[in-house]
């Protein structure tokens, strides 16, 4: 992400996607930025039909299967005379939903799906396709594709349009990568570094409105991991409510849940201390949260009605696989989401709880300050986010040095993972329990 | 670093000597290794000064750059290095087996290949400098270099990319094998310095080693109080013998350093993996040994986007195998992932050999093994599982609760009706699962080079040797 | 009397250069240091006093090719110079002047950047300047740092960057990823210093680009090559460790009045204390060792020795220290290891933790 120049008049949401479906004939390539829940599958779901309607065929590129098959499901509830072709591994197993949807073909060849009006498949999938060309592409979420994924499809289609969240997590890679940096087609960098690397000229549009973060999340959100392209809530200050039905016991946790629901976020602070990672005070901390939010009845109020906070609609996210295995031990309703950083992108929830990635560190690592993994933490909730963690971490950021290298080339990310936890840290502390 | 090595760091610390981390040997030991100590001038960045190796430890040959500063005598150095390197190479290439390949031609495999032992990372770049700013010169053309120069250059480049690679023994960096087998009572970046970190495997840690009087900097950047008290006034005297010894008594030190590496790590066994990755290596330097045979261009400077993805899924693939085949070799590697959950070892309480899921045509053999463990098991059930007792079985877990693990064998029980002899543990042995498998199932091709696509910048324009490359300057 | 001059007593004070400012991030999490620096005690001497002398030092080749190569980029009133701005900053340079600013003599020297500049900013002159060895000046810590003028600010258009000449290679496009963050960071010094300066004559600070020129050799040779460096997360960096350093009273409001860092020095300007006296007073203030100071630190020899004798885990790394959670010493880790200690409160994890660890390494070594 780097500085754009100064907007013009902010474009609603409407406008921005007419803007990119004018685009696509034009350019080779589009790109949209979305920031969290700003109606990326909806503009997916949009730009597929209005290219279907040309006629010509489209593939679509996930990354993962439940993504594969999330958008199946919206294409077709969407778009139910459009046919669709799931191509897939010879393990998959679709779920049952899925073979049931009209005009939804499964197979692990081109051949075996008909001539369907869209096929859609992985990139790790599509990379195995050859023999075969498309007019249209849509990848989504490219900027957690890493550009080699990229390098092995791209030449299955003409053009294509981009779409994908800047602000989450990069691609990464268990081997040593310095030896390609600063290239511009460096394999680990995201497919749209590398594209836009080499194309410079594709337009960029982003979505201006984050539909899913309430009115108290998105300027936090905004301010600290967009600090250049910011983008705006969807509903006004009063349009979502979180109501407890039960009454508290005055606990720690209760209050927490209370200042969570009265404005959408609460820190619940634990007393300073450096523990291990899997630091388990905090994690029951976090398990009784969330089993208090059940039982005090919680209900969320939004534009789209009153429900109840279901355990489903519950998420625990942590930095470490080990807190996370730590947190499920702890006894939680197993249908409450309890999971990696890494793997709550590009997902949904009521209420978060989250396991502050810096609590009760002494040494703050790049991995711990990474700007993303703060970013996917803060912003998978419509109505509240409550976050547990070891008072400490403002002297933490303090004396944490600054010893990161330089490499000749690199454009320099923004935004900082240090200037990003400080900006978060900043607007807790005056939801402090 | 895991909580295990810290425990043995800790250890170390206490007990003022190193603590193993490995049971086995993770590197391949040639049985006749070339020790390779080259020295820079300070500022410059690939200027040699000197270098000390050879394959007999009593009989070091030293190269020296009596006179840093002239580009001729550079490239003499330059010359006489490969004058020792190359015969030491090719010697290796007469020995060969004809391994034949699925889908493709057989081909010429080395019995043995050359290894490279350096004594630190800043060697292998240093190595990889080298080979830069050599692998480009011609032997004719307006500036021309000795014969052996380019050839020189290349293999270097060669070797300093091989160290890049998981698992690759073909060149060894002392600190880092030294590192993976034994943890100092001291910081990994203290474990950079040679003499401290074989002082604390063998005599015990001492100040000393950070003495450059006494234990001189392992090279390449050369201690700066040598260079201003004994270096410059020597180079300044115009004696050539007086820069040599000065050079000699810098590197000598390092020399018997790093055969006490050797050493040490020759005193343990090596692993089971070790000798599969390094027939790897022979076939890798039996490649590119046909390709320089084959008069191919000199290694590109940087790669392009089709090379770097395609060395990027051979280094992945390299690493992961590599990670899972040492904690297969050794229980202490094991040990870490059995620490974080992802393992557990225990003994064999309840078996259920006949097992057998499905009917009819799907009838499939499933037994189940349940195995008392005091690891703290953090694997969800489900999880696929591998063990290093019979790297050919298949297990899934079932359930896992107050120390004991119910396990389903899926796979390797051989194809008669009941499990083959010994394909299912029995009640009394000890085994170990873990979710750490090395199931690689091949990656997808790339494109041609020509063919690189519209996103990564299109087909790159063929590389023509310029003479530019040939004349750059070595200043 | 300020309480930090108070500290430094009879010893001068050493100034402040940019190398110096720039390492103020490398840990700001040690009071010792911070203190030290504070005050401006040069860390260098006292280390050589207390028997514990930096290990640093740069070879007289490296020196001798590091003015050498500073000369050539700056030959003909940086004729190289120019050919490089002209490609990198894509500029149209017809007709450039040179301005040593080092013509006018020490004293007047920082006056006369300002003079230059102000004129500059103002006039937004079409024609480009190099000044070479401008003066320029940051307050740190409630003093005015002087910063060594071994740098070049270029001028067009009332457009500012400033040039770093460094004799590290680039080779192939890539460089010590580790030469090209420390050129950054001072870089980003004398990018805040500039951009104070102009926001002192009343001139927008942002005319100062963020984007420095970093000219260093390229591949083997001798010529020089220029590649711009964005050093916005250093200058945000810098800025905050400024801040700190204001921040000092805090720190210092808590310290024993008799306490003082003086050198003492003599007439030959040689530290007198006694050296067992100065370790005491440097004792009384923590410091946070790591074995990264060993490459930022002029005092790392004199603490890590200290944090031998605490028989601190500081000493195997940050990392190792932070996996131990509340455990800081080695003695105190080993015994919950063996069990021969039981934990403390808040110590029942790490404790199990490492109780496994031992038994794990105890099965596999038997």
Redesign the interface.
């Known amino acids: 992400m780097t500085a754009g120049p100064a907007e013009e008049a902010p474009r609603s949401p409407e406008q921005v996607i007419r803007d990119v479906l004018a685009d696509l004939p034009r350019h080779r390539g589009v790109v949209v930025d979305s920031p969290p829940g700003a109606g990326k599958s909806t503009l997916v779901v949009r730009a597929a039909a209005h290219l279907a309607a040309t006629g010509e065929p489209l593939m679509i590129v996930a990354q993962t299967n439940e993504q594969v098959d999330d958008l199946i499901s919206r294409i077709s509830a969407g778009h139910p005379r459009l046919t669709v072709g799931r191509l897939s591994a010879s393990g998959y197993v679709p779920p049952l939903r899925m073979l049931e949807l009209p005009g939804v073909a499964v197979g692990t060849r081109v051949q075996d799906l008909g001539d369907p009006d869209i096929v859609i498949a992985t990139a790790d999938k599509w990379a195995w396709i050859s023999g075969r060309t498309w007019p249209w592409a849509i990848v989504d979420e490219a900027y957690q594709m890493r550009s080699d994924k990229l390098l092995r499809i791209a030449g299955l289609f003409e053009r294509a349009l981009f779409v994908g969240d800047p602000g989450q997590l990069d691609p990464f890679s268990i081997v040593d990568g310095d030896r390609w940096s600063g290239l511009s087609w460096d394999p680990l960098q995201s497919a749209v570094s590398v594209l836009l690397r080499h194309n410079p000229d594709l337009p960029v549009h982003r979505l201006p409105v984050s539909w899913r973060l309430p009115a108290s999340a998105a300027p936090v959100v905004s301010r600290a991991f967009y600090p250049f392209t910011g983008f705006r809530s969807g509903t006004g200050p009063g349009d979502r409510r979180l109501e407890l039905t039960t009454g508290g016991m005055g606990t720690v946790h209760d209050r927490a849940l209370e200042e969570a629901a009265r404005s959408g976020w609460a820190l619940l602070e634990l007393p300073d201390r450096h523990t291990v990672r899997t630091d388990g005070e905090a994690v029951q901390a976090v398990a009784l949260l969330a089993a208090r939010l059940l039982q005090r009845g919680a209900v969320a109020g939004s534009e789209q009605g009153e429900r109840p906070v279901t355990a489903d609609r519950i998420a625990v996210g942590a930095a470490h696989r080990d807190q996370v295995a730590a947190i499920r031990a702890a006894g939680l309703p197993p249908e409450i989401t309890v999971d990696t950083a890494n793997r709550l992108q590009g997902r949904e929830y009521d209420v978060t709880i989250v396991l502050h990635p810096l609590s009760g560190r002494r040494d703050a690592t790049a991995f711990h300050l990474e700007s993303g993994r703060l970013c996917v933490l803060a912003s998978r909730h419509r109505h509240a986010c409550v976050v547990v963690a070891r008072a400490g971490i403002a002297e933490l950021l303090d004396a944490h040095p600054s010893a990161e290298t330089v490499q000749l080339g690199v454009p320099v990310k923004f935004p900082d993972g240090w200037e990003a936890n400080q900006s978060v840290l900043d607007h807790l502390s005056a939801h402090r329990v | 670093m895991s909580l295990l090595t810290s425990l043995a760091r800790l250890r170390a610390l206490d007990e003022g000597v190193a603590q193993p981390i490995a049971t086995v040997r993770h590197c391949h030991l040639s049985a006749r290794p070339m020790v390779f100590i080259p020295l820079k001038l300070s500022g410059e960045a690939a200027a040699p000064l000197a270098a000390m190796l050879g394959t007999d430890r009593a009989a070091p040959h030293l190269l020296v750059v009596t006179q840093p500063r002239n580009r001729d005598l550079r490239f003499a150095w330059a010359a006489e290095l490969a004058g020792l390197l190359l015969p030491y190479i090719e010697g290796f290439l007469s020995g060969t087996e004809t391994v034949e390949r699925r889908g493709a031609d057989p081909y010429e495999r080395v019995l043995d290949a050359p290894q490279l032992v350096v004594p630190n990372p800043a060697g292998v770049a240093f190595t990889r400098l080298l080979g830069r700013s050599t692998r480009f010169r011609r032997p004719d053309g307006p500036y021309p270099v000795p014969e052996g120069v380019p050839v020189l250059g290349r293999w270097l480049t060669y070797f300093a990319e091989r160290a890049a690679y998981p698992g690759s023994s073909l060149t060894l960096a002392a600190t880092e094998e030294l590192g993976r087998h034994w943890a100092s009572g001291q910081s990994g970046l203290e474990d950079a310095n040679l003499a401290a970190l074989t002082g604390w495997i063998t005599d015990g840690p001492s100040d000393e080693a950070e003495d450059p009087l006494i234990w001189p900097p392992a090279g390449p950047a050369t201690d700066p109080g040598f260079d201003a008290e004994v270096l410059a006034p020597a180079i300044e005297s115009g004696s050539a013998e007086r820069v040599a010894e000065a050079l000699r008594g810098q590197l000598e030190p390092t020399w018997r350093l790093m055969w006490r590496a050797i050493d040490l790590l020759g005193a343990l066994p090596a692993g089971a993996g070790v000798a599969s990755r390094w027939e790897q290596d022979r076939g890798s330097f039996s490649g590119m040994a046909a390709q320089l045979a084959e008069g191919a261009p000199p290694q590109a400077r940087r790669d392009g986007a089709i090379a770097a993805a395609s060395r990027l899924a051979r280094m992945e693939r390299a690493q992961a195998a590599y990670d899972v085949q040492r904690a297969y070799d050794d229980p202490l590697v094991m040990a870490e992932h059995r620490l974080t959950g992802e393992a557990f070892a225990g003994e064999v309480v309840e078996t259920d050999a006949d097992r057998v899921e499905g009917e009819g045509r799907s009838r499939k053999l499933r037994p189940l093994v349940v195995i008392k463990t005091d690891d703290p098991v953090r694997l969800a059930p489900g999880t696929a599982l591998g063990t290093p007792q019979r790297r050919e079985q298949g297990a899934e877990l079932m359930s896992a609760r107050d120390g004991l693990v119910t396990v389903k064998i899926t796979k390797g029980m051989g194809r008669s009706k009941t499990p083959a002899p010994g394909s299912v543990p029995e009640v009394g042995e000890r085994v170990c699962y873990t979710s750490l498998t090395d199931d690689f199932k091949g990656s997808p091709g790339l494109p041609e080079a020509e063919a690189t696509p519209w996103t990564h910048g299109g087909p790159p324009p063929e590389y023509v040797p310029a003479d530019e490359d040939a004349v750059e300057e070595w200043s | 009397m300020n309480r930090l001059d108070v500290l430094r007593g009879t010893t001068p004070q050493k100034p402040h250069d940019a190398r110096a400012i720039a390492a103020l991030?490398?840990?700001?999490?040690c009071t010792r240091r911070a203190l030290m620096d504070g005050a401006g005690i040069d860390k260098d001497a006292a280390a050589r006093h207390l028997g514990f002398p930096a290990?640093f030092?740069?070879?007289?080749?490296?020196?001798?090719?590091?003015n050498v190569f500073e000369a050539l980029v700056k030959a003909d009133g940086c004729a190289e110079l120019l050919r490089m701005l002209r490609e990198v900053l894509g500029l149209p340079i017809a007709e450039v002047a040179y301005h040593d600013v080092e013509n006018v003599g020490a004293h007047l020297r920082h006056a006369h950047t300002r003079a230059l500049f102000d004129r500059a900013a103002r006039d937004g002159l079409d024609a480009g300047t190099v000044y070479d060895h401008p003066l320029l000046s940051l307050e740190i810590a409630g003093h005015t740092a002087y910063l060594e003028p071994d740098v070049v600010a270029f001028q067009m258009g009332g457009r500012f960057h400033i040039v770093e000449i460094k004799?590290?290679?680039?080779?192939?496009?890539?460089?010590d990823?580790?030469a090209?963050?420390a050129a950054?960071r001072q870089a980003a010094v004398y990018v805040l210093a500039l951009r104070r300066l102009l926001e002192e004559l009343g001139h927008d600070p942002l005319r100062v680009a963020h984007d420095v020129v970093?000219v260093c050799?390229e591949?083997?040779?001798?010529?020089p090559v220029a590649?711009l460096?964005?050093v916005?997360?250093?200058l945000?960096?810098l800025r905050r460790q400024l801040s700190?350093m204001t921040g000092l009273d805090g720190l210092v409001a808590e310290l024993p009045d008799d306490l003082s860092f003086d050198l003492l020095p003599g007439e030959d300007g040689l530290p007198t204390r006694p050296a067992a006296e100065l370790a005491d007073a440097l004792r009384r203030v923590t410091a946070?060792y790591?074995?990264?100071c060993?490459?930022?630190c002029d005092l790392c020899f004199f603490c890590r020795d200290e944090a031998r004798q605490e028989?601190a885990?500081d000493?195997?790394?940050?990392?190792?220290?932070?996996?131990?959670?509340?455990v800081a010493s080695?003695?105190e880790?080993?015994g919950l290891?063996d069990g021969t200690r039981d934990p403390a409160e808040?110590q029942?994890?790490?404790a199990r933790?490492?109780r496994?660890?031992?038994?794990?390494?105890r099965?596999?070594?038997a």
Do not use: K, M, W, Y
């Open positions: 991030a490398a840990n700001p999490g290990p030092g740069q070879s007289p080749f490296a020196i001798t090719r590091g004799s590290f290679a680039v080779i192939d496009g890539q460089a990823p580790a090209v963050a950054a970093l050799p591949n083997f040779a001798n010529r590649t460096v964005d916005r997360r250093q945000a960096v700190r946070r790591a074995p990264d060993l490459s930022t028989g885990s000493l195997l790394g940050r990392q190792v220290r932070d996996e131990l959670g509340g080695v003695a880790a080993l290891a808040g029942e994890e790490i933790l490492l496994n660890a031992e038994r794990l390494r099965e596999c070594l």
